[in-house]
Structures are given as structure tokens and as C-alpha cells.
């Protein structure tokens, strides 16, 4: 079984600030991980995702995110945000056990509030 | 390339009647998913679809819900009774492969608001 925690219901933040939304998950098999946004009224979009490799993921809209296997995080952050940064963010992770088995396994998301 | 297709946007309809949603995934896309939102639960998975067979149900609430997918560009998700409990946010997804290294991302369509009254 796979789950993902993300520690912030809502985070508000100033315009030009830096920001980190928390993410942890628990799975019994090596995962890949990823974080998407949702703009109001519409549909996921994925901001990033890591594989396998280096642990420093640079994703669109300046995003980053670094998985930690040590503590099963993998959080998302960016140095400088704006407004059009106001959006729900959604943390996943995808347990690969072979074969066809795949199931993606979303968090509660974050809903991250830019203000002036 | 469209993007995953939803119909329709908005549905409100009264508790007993059947409702169906509609998706048409991204061409060349061989997994489907249907998710539902709500405040309570998050994004939950309902069924997903590999190569328009059924590959795990499990998240399917009752018996009251079913899906299809006659063909490679279309899936159907019905409720039959609908109940207000199941006003909802219901999204389609699909990506180009089920499983393997890559682990194709899933391209999401902009959603269904269902209002059951």
C-alpha cells in the first residue's frame, strides 16, 4: 500500500517570497513521484516529476522539488512566487511493482494563496 | 492536440436520475482514468482502463456506479440512481502507458461539475 501526506492544507504567502509545500509519502516499492497543479476550474497539470537520478527535479513555472529516500519527502518549493502562482498543488506517487500493476496515489493537495 | 475531451461541464440533474459523463482521451493515449473531487476526500480514483479493458475498479463507491470504454477515444461513467451525495467534481485522465519505467504523466481534462439535488 502507498500514501502521501501533505502536511499544509493551505499556505499563504506574499507576492516575490519564497514557498515550500511539504510533502511525505510511504510506499513498499521503489516510487516515482510528482506534483501537479490545479488553476481554478480546470483539470491537473503536472508540474514535475522524478524518475530516478538526481534527487534535485526542476519542474515549469520555476518549480523545484528534491526527493529525500532517507525521509521519504519530497518537497516543493520556489524561490520567488507571484500571483498567477495561486493554484491547489497535489503531491503523487506511483509504486511500480512490475508488470501492469500502476496506481497513482494523490495527496489532499495544498492550496497556495498568493497575495500582494 | 485537444487535450483530454469532457462532456459536459456542468450537470445538475435530481436525485434518482441517471447521469452520464463522457470523455474522450488524447489520441494515441492507451490508459484512462476517471478520478472524482470533492472537499471531504480529495482526488479519489474511481476505475481505470488499459487498452479499454477494466484494470482495477476497486475504487468504484457502489454498484450505482458503472463505466465504459466501447473503443480506444471513449469512456463513460453513469450513475444510476443518482444521489446528492455524489455531487462531485468527476475528471478523466489519461496518459500514454500503464506502468513501466517512464510512467507517462496523466493529462487531465478540465472536469465535470455534477450537482445532484
Known amino acids: 500500500a502507498q500514501s502521501v501526506t501533505q502536511l499544509d492544507s493551505q499556505v499563504p504567502v506574499f507576492e516575490e517570497a519564497p514557498v515550500e509545500l511539504r510533502c511525505n509519502y510511504s510506499s513498499s516499492v521503489s516510487v516515482y513521484l510528482f506534483w501537479y497543479v490545479q488553476y481554478p476550474n480546470q483539470g491537473l497539470q503536472l508540474l514535475l516529476k522524478?524518475?530516478?537520478?538526481?534527487?534535485l527535479v526542476k519542474g515549469i513555472n520555476g518549480f523545484e522539488a528534491e526527493f529525500n529516500k532517507s525521509q521519504t519527502s519530497f518537497h516543493l518549493r520556489k524561490p520567488s512566487v507571484h500571483i498567477s502562482d495561486t493554484a491547489e498543488y497535489f503531491c503523487a506517487v506511483s509504486g511500480y511493482s512490475g508488470g501492469s500493476n500502476y496506481k497513482l496515489t494523490f495527496g489532499k493537495g495544498t492550496l497556495l494563496t498568493v497575495n500582494p | 492536440d485537444a487535450g483530454v475531451i469532457q462532456s459536459p461541464r456542468h450537470e445538475v440533474t435530481e436525485m434518482g436520475q441517471e447521469v452520464t459523463l463522457r470523455c474522450k482521451p488524447i489520441s494515441g493515449h492507451n490508459s484512462l482514468f476517471w478520478y472524482r473531487q470533492t472537499m471531504m476526500r480529495g482526488l479519489e480514483l474511481l476505475i481505470y482502463?488499459?487498452?479499454?479493458?477494466?484494470?482495477?475498479d476497486s475504487g468504484m463507491p457502489e454498484d450505482r456506479f458503472s463505466a465504459k470504454m466501447p473503443n480506444a477515444s471513449f469512456s463513460t461513467l453513469k450513475i444510476q440512481p443518482s444521489e446528492p451525495r455524489d455531487s462531485a467534481v468527476y475528471f478523466c485522465a489519461s496518459s500514454l502507458a500503464l506502468g513501466g519505467r517512464d510512467n507517462s504523466p496523466l493529462h487531465f481534462g478540465n472536469g465535470t461539475r455534477l450537482t445532484v439535488t
Open positions: 522524478y524518475l530516478s537520478g538526481s534527487t
Open positions: 482502463f488499459n487498452n479499454n479493458v477494466p484494470i482495477d
